[in-house]
């Protein structure tokens, strides 16, 4: 039984080069921040970062498998506050977890958390998650 | 600079937008889910975000798409989107302000299939200085 508070099992996603290529592709959006080093950091990127809609891709995998699938979700938003920063040859991690904020008729709303390597790059992360 | 009189304007795709399995298929292989019976919550991305910048680069509308970065999502989901589902699509300039030099621009885009509303997203963009 679903509670306000309770606290969904934090889930680490690893994300690397190779998987901004695959989502470049599945999304259409080839923004070259995403693949080419030399253009990030010529437009003062530290490196190549990911799409800021790739990180909201994997946390909805997230929401979607607590709430039984993806036709689960009726609701989701985020702020992007950090970029995920991809190095070659590493794969960085996106680190999940997700508290119920409020019951609600048929669902749930949850506040989620996504960081990585420590550091914040989700705000204000919500769902609405019909069960 | 994004010319004011948009504001509140909705721009209507031309074509109608057809989503094919392997289009769902392939998004959601990305993100590790195995289901691709309907689309993940945020695959209308694909979608929207294409059209928002065909709307907002247009020199009647002014934006300097070069420079945007994605602020912040919000999706509205009535039903999940499947293969098949063919979208009239709308797109709105619901604000616009500047704040600190840098532009920020809100875009609420609607997905129709049959006079139904399936989806809508709302896209903060912040055009750097």
Redesign the interface.
Same mark, same amino acid.
Do not use: T
């Given at each position: 039984m679903t509670e306000v508070g309770e606290v969904i099992a934090e889930r680490v =996603?690893w994300i690397d080069r190779e $998987?901004l290529k695959?989502?470049a #592709? @599945?999304? +259409? #959006?080839q923004n070259p921040i995403h693949q080419d080093e030399a253009f990030a950091k010529s437009v003062g990127l530290p490196d190549v970062i990911a799409h800021? $809609? %790739?990180t909201? @891709? %994997?946390v +909805?995998?997230y &929401?979607?498998d607590w709430g039984g +699938?993806?036709?689960s &979700?009726?609701? =989701?938003? @985020?702020?992007?506050v950090k970029p995920v920063i991809v190095p070659a040859g590493e794969k960085v991690d996106l680190t999940v977890s997700a508290v119920v904020s409020e019951l609600v008729e048929g669902g749930a709303r949850l506040t989620i958390s996504a960081t990585s390597k420590g550091v914040k790059v989700l705000g $204000?992360a919500k769902a609405l998650v019909a069960f | 600079m994004l010319n004011p009189d948009s504001v509140g304007r909705t721009f209507h795709g031309a074509k109608p937008v057809s989503v094919t399995q392997s289009e769902i298929s392939a998004f959601a292989e990305v993100i590790g889910e195995s289901d691709f019976s309907v689309a993940p919550p945020t695959f209308s991305i694909r979608i929207t975000l294409e059209q928002s910048q065909a709307i907002l680069s247009d020199p009647e509308v002014g934006l300097d798409w070069s420079r945007v970065v994605h602020g912040d999502q919000k999706f509205e989901i009535h039903r999940p989107i499947v293969a098949g589902d063919v979208f009239e699509t709308s797109a709105t300039i619901e604000s616009h302000k500047v704040l600190a030099g840098n532009e920020i621009v809100t875009v609420r885009s609607d997905l129709h299939s049959k006079g139904d509303l399936v989806l809508s997203s709302w896209s903060t963009l912040v055009v750097r200085a």
């Open positions: =996603f $998987m695959r989502y #592709d @599945a999304s +259409g #959006d800021g $809609m %790739l909201m @891709a %994997l +909805g995998k &929401v979607s +699938g993806s036709k &979700v009726k609701e =989701f938003s @985020a702020r992007f $204000m | -």
